[in-house]
């Protein structure tokens, strides 16, 4: 089983700055099958990214995913008051699928 | 655009089992596999097995490995999810999902609560 480890476990940015996102595999994700979601209180997880840089339908440009292998990266480029959210990371390209443990995006 | 509507909260005891359904809507129920990911209180997410409804075979995480059962009924457009011999640790949010490797859409959550 793939192990995905996510970091930072809080990152704590104020609205207008840039958020990195880490996601590293234990093992190289074939074809880098990568996800990314967005999980606010009290609701279902959003797919943000798919592919590891693939938007997901009317996902602002503002998100972005990058990587390959066992190095993946969500970035955000300008924080807006709604994107502070706990984010995770998904692989889906050996069975059994896998998430990280999830990064929570908090307002400074 | 397919969307998912589970079932109601439930509340079961200790070692019964619980089943819960995910009805799809607006798309072609037949095309899609259906995922079910779990959430505990305060946790992460957790994958627990998959349906491929056309074909009627599923497939579970090694650890739900013969507690849980997932089925689906192409009549009504619905998957279901089952988990047998409860603990309270089972006490989630189970979602379902529809599953082309990601998942998107995710049904609403049906709360699942074990206690005596």
């Known amino acids: 089983e793939i192990v995905l480890t996510q970091s930072p476990g809080t990152l704590s940015l104020s609205p207008g700055e840039r958020a990195t996102l880490s996601c590293r595999a234990s093992?190289?994700?074939?074809?880098?099958?990568l996800a990314w979601y967005q999980q606010k209180p009290g609701q279902a997880p959003r797919l943000l990214i798919y592919?590891?840089?693939s938007r997901a339908t009317g996902i602002p440009d503002r998100f972005s995913g990058s990587g390959s292998g066992t190095d993946f990266t969500l970035t955000i480029s300008r924080l807006e008051p709604e994107d502070f959210a706990v984010y995770y990371c998904?692989?889906?390209?050996?069975?059994?699928?896998?998430f990280g443990q999830g990064t929570k995006l908090e307002i400074k | 655009q397919v969307q998912l509507v589970q079932s109601g909260a439930e509340v079961k005891k200790p070692g019964s089992s619980v089943k819960v359904s995910c009805k799809a809507s607006?798309?072609?129920?037949?095309?899609?596999?259906i995922s079910w990911v779990r959430q505990a209180p305060g946790q992460g997410l957790e994958w627990m097995g998959r349906?491929?409804?056309?074909?009627?075979?599923?497939n579970y995480a090694q650890r739900f490995q013969g507690r849980v059962t997932i089925t689906a009924d192409e009549s009504t457009s619905t998957a279901y999810m089952e988990l047998s011999s409860l603990r309270s640790e089972d006490t989630a949010v189970y979602y379902c999902?529809?599953?082309?490797?990601?998942?998107?859409?995710w049904g609403q959550g049906t709360l699942v609560t074990v206690s005596s």
């Open positions: 999902a529809t599953d082309p490797g990601w998942f998107d859409p």
């Open positions: 607006g798309g072609t129920f037949s095309s899609y596999i």
């Open positions: 349906i491929i409804p056309i074909f009627g075979s599923a």
């Open positions: 093992q190289s994700v074939s074809s880098s099958y």
């Open positions: 592919g590891a840089s």
């Open positions: 998904q692989q889906y390209g050996n069975s059994p699928y896998s």
